[in-house]
C-alpha cells in the first residue's frame, strides 16, 4: 500500500486508504477521535481477524521503529504508511478493557497490582531502550487482555529521542505529565 510516484511523493490520501482497506476489511467501530487522530477497529472479512488502524494526520517516528519490536506488553505494528495527508498505523487489537475500567470494577492489592506495574515497567524499559519516550503514560493508555496480558497503547505522544532533541512543549495528559515536563 505504499504508493509512491516516480520522485518518491506519496499519492495516496487518507480517504483512498480507507477506501481500498474496506475491501477487505469491515468497520466495527470508531474507537477515539480526538486531535485530528482517529483510532477505528476493523475486521478482515476472510479471516474474522480485528486490527486497529489508526489515522494520524502526521509522521510519528516512533511507530516505525515500533514495527521492528517484540513484547508482550507493547502492541504488534504490523505496518505504518505514509499517505500525502498524514499517516496510517496498523495494529493488533487488544480485546480487553484499560487499566481505568479495571481499576473502577476492582480493588487492586499489591499483590494483584504488582505485575500490572512490572508489564508497564517492561514495556517502558525496552521503549528507552530504543530511544523511545512514550510521553502519555495513563491509566487509560494500559490494556488487559481477557487473559491478563498488560500492553501499553497509544504512542501519538510519542518520540524518538537523541542527545539534540529538547522538548519545548508539554505533552500528553494533564495529571499525568512527567514532573520534568512541567
Given amino acids: 500500500m505504499r504508493l509512491k510516484d516516480k520522485v518518491g511523493q506519496n499519492i495516496m490520501t487518507n ?3 480507507f477506501k481500498n482497506l474496506l475491501n477487505e476489511y469491515s468497520l466495527v467501530s470508531l474507537l477515539s477521535n480526538k ?7 476493523v475486521r478482515n472479512n476472510t479471516f474474522k481477524k480485528d486490527m486497529v488502524v489508526r489515522s494520524l494526520p502526521s509522521s510519528i517516528t516512533a511507530y516505525q521503529e515500533l514495527c521492528s519490536i517484540s513484547c508482550d506488553n507493547l502492541p504488534l505494528i504490523y505496518d ?3 499517505l500525502d495527508d498524514g499517516q496510517i498505523v496498523l ?7 484499560n487499566l481505568a475500567q479495571a481499576m473502577e470494577c476492582k480493588k487492586f492489592t499489591y499483590k494483584t497490582a504488582k505485575p500490572v506495574i512490572l508489564s508497564i515497567c ?3 524499559g525496552i521503549l ?13 493508555n494500559v490494556m488487559i487482555d481477557k487473559n491478563g496480558r498488560v500492553v501499553l497503547i497509544d504512542f501519538n505522544a510519542s518520540r524518538k529521542i ?7 512543549v508539554i505533552i500528553g495528559t494533564v495529571g499525568y505529565a512527567s514532573p520534568e515536563q512541567l
Fill in 91 to 97: 495494529e493488533e487489537y487488544i480485546d480487553g478493557i
Fill in 15 to 17: 480517504e483512498q486508504f
Fill in 122 to 124: 517492561n514495556a517502558l
Fill in 128 to 140: 528507552h531502550k530504543k530511544g523511545i519516550v512514550h510521553r502519555d503514560v495513563k491509566p487509560e
Fill in 35 to 41: 486531535n485530528d487522530c482517529k483510532v477505528y477497529r
Fill in 80 to 82: 505504518v504508511i505514509a
Fill in 162 to 168: 537523541s542527545n539534540a532533541s529538547k522538548d519545548t
